[in-house]
């Protein structure tokens, strides 16, 4: 059942943001130099990785690390970059990674290909099993202002209780924290 609502719900949100994902791409080019999308490698179902689209919100020379680990990351951002991460327009191109089944709506955000931290706790927890989401019970719960042992926790306790029910719950509680802007540091 998960999948299948993964499937048309990716469909239906593609035809509905087409023009407005057109839009964000043409304003990350003319705003910057470089591509409109930034492909970041990332960890998913069983510690494979994979390929992750996002709008590009950060200046080409950007080091390749977790954006809590850079020193400035403001000094990073294009100059649309902050607005796309606010909003998290950024993360629309990974509808594409749900379509193809490579990501999930709700799951645990995908770690970093060099977040060995996370993904040695995660394992540890037995979350490696679950598709990465677009959004997660750790994102509700704290997105960027938590530390790597929170976020796996919080991954864990989403593996012991995961339903359809509490995904359109983490769906919903998602909603109204980017509507409110709640936990985004950048």
Same mark, same amino acid.
């Given at each position: ?8 719900? !990716? ?7 087409? =023009?407005?994902?057109?839009? #964000?791409?043409?304003?990350? &080019?003319? *705003? +910057? ?32 690390? !977790? ?7 403001? =000094?990073?951002?294009?100059? #649309?970059?902050?607005?796309? &991460?606010? *909003? +998290? ?98």
């Amino acid at each position: 059942m998960k999948r299948a609502f993964d499937i048309l719900m !990716a469909l239906l949100a593609i035809a509905v943001l087409a =023009i407005p994902m057109l839009l #964000i791409a043409a304003m990350v &080019r003319l *705003t +910057s130099p470089g591509p409109a999308l930034y492909w970041s490698a990332r960890v998913g179902r069983s510690n494979i990785p994979f390929q992750m689209p996002k709008f590009r919100s950060m200046r080409m020379d950007t080091p390749t690390v !977790a954006t809590h680990l850079l020193e400035d990351p403001g =000094i990073y951002l294009t100059p #649309i970059g902050s607005l796309l &991460r606010r *909003t +998290s327009l950024d993360e629309l191109p990974q509808l594409w990674c749900i379509l193809i089944g490579k990501m999930s709506f709700v799951g645990p955000r995908p770690a970093l290909f060099n977040q060995h931290d996370l993904i040695v706790l995660r394992t540890e927890k037995g979350v490696e099993c679950l598709l990465p989401g677009l959004t997660g019970w750790a994102q509700i719960n704290g997105r960027d202002e938590l530390d790597i042992q929170e976020k796996a926790e919080l991954d864990a306790e989403y593996l012991a209780n995961r339903s359809f029910a509490f995904d359109l719950y983490i769906l919903f509680r998602t909603g109204v924290n980017v509507l409110a802007r709640r936990n985004v540091a950048h």
